[in-house]
Every structure is written in C-alpha cells, then in structure tokens.
C-alpha cells in the first residue's frame, strides 16, 4: 500500500500530464535524421540493388518520396 500511495499514485498525475501536453518533436532534426538514414540503407544496398529497387525498398520501409530524393542526391 505505501508503494501505492507514494509511487505509483503521483506517478500517475505525472504521466496523465505529459499525455495530455505531448511532447516536442524537432522537426528538422528529425527529417535529417531520416535522410541520413536513408542514405545509410542506399550506401549498404547499392552494390545488391538498382537505383529503383533502393527507392522502392525505402518507400517500402516507409521513408518520405522526399527524404529518398534527397538523400540519393547527395
């Protein structure tokens, strides 16, 4: 019961509020780390796969038609 009432109880306001507030996201820093992934996945591909075949195995993975275009000029 003490583990209860000190614990889990205000525990439970704390993580009602960060539901509730959400959180931030960097947009920018998440887009380049996505390109930086994806560049990552179309440098270990490319001896196994065409151009096409990597930009359909990102779009595949769920990669953004952008993020792929960017990352495969680069």
Known sequence: LELFN???MPLSEVLAD?????I???KEELLEYE???AK???IKKQN??????????LA????LSETIKIALEE
């Open 24 to 26: 931030y996201v960097d």
């Open 60 to 63: 595949k993975k769920g990669y």
């Open 48 to 57: 196994s796969l065409e151009r096409e075949e990597i930009i359909a195995y």
């Open 6 to 8: 000190k614990i889990e």
């Open 18 to 22: 960060m539901q509730y507030q959400g």
């Open 40 to 42: 990552n996945i179309a």
């Open 35 to 37: 390109i930086q992934s």
